[in-house]
């Protein structure tokens, strides 16, 4: 979850709509409420597509077609992190097998999803994270 660009999506939101009731600032404020929802709208496809792409994958798949299907990662790492950069996973939470891990985060909600690849750069496990 981007907390902060959450709030200033939001502060962006409100302020363009007090804009709009300044006669002045109107085209600013609409410029502001446009863009805003522009952003939201191309974040929100962005997700739905990731969503269904990772939904549809199945064990097995070939990373070059997992990136072409689902878009490229927030972050790629060798498996040995865990959802936040820099904390390493305890050795119980290890993946064997696993030698690149790309990682998909969501912008509005705490939720995350991993998708773990072997040598032969096959996916051999999605682990989906989320703090709801």
């Known amino acids: 979850m981007n907390t902060l660009g959450t ?9 363009g709509a007090i804009l709009l009731t300044l006669k002045r600032a109107r085209w600013i404020g609409a410029a502001m409420i ?21 939904s549809r994958l199945v064990h097995g798949a070939r990373e ?7 878009g490229p990662p927030d972050r790629t790492t060798d498996g040995s992190e865990w959802v936040e950069a ?4 305890s050795p119980g939470e ?3 097998g696993c030698v690149r891990e790309h990682w998909y985060y969501t912008f509005y909600y ?9 040598s032969k750069h ?5 682990t989906t994270y989320s703090s709801w």
């Open 64 to 70: 070059a077609d997992v990136l072409s299907a689902v």
């Open 86 to 89: 820099g904390f390493p996973r």
């Open 7 to 15: 709030l200033g999506l939001l502060v962006t939101l409100f302020g």
């Open 34 to 54: 446009i863009g805003a929802a522009t952003f939201t709208v191309v974040i929100v496809l962005r997700e739905s597509h990731r969503h269904q792409e990772i």
């Open 110 to 118: 705490p939720y995350a999803q991993a998708l773990c690849f072997d």
């Open 94 to 96: 290890s993946i064997p």
């Open 122 to 126: 096959q996916l051999i496990r999605i």
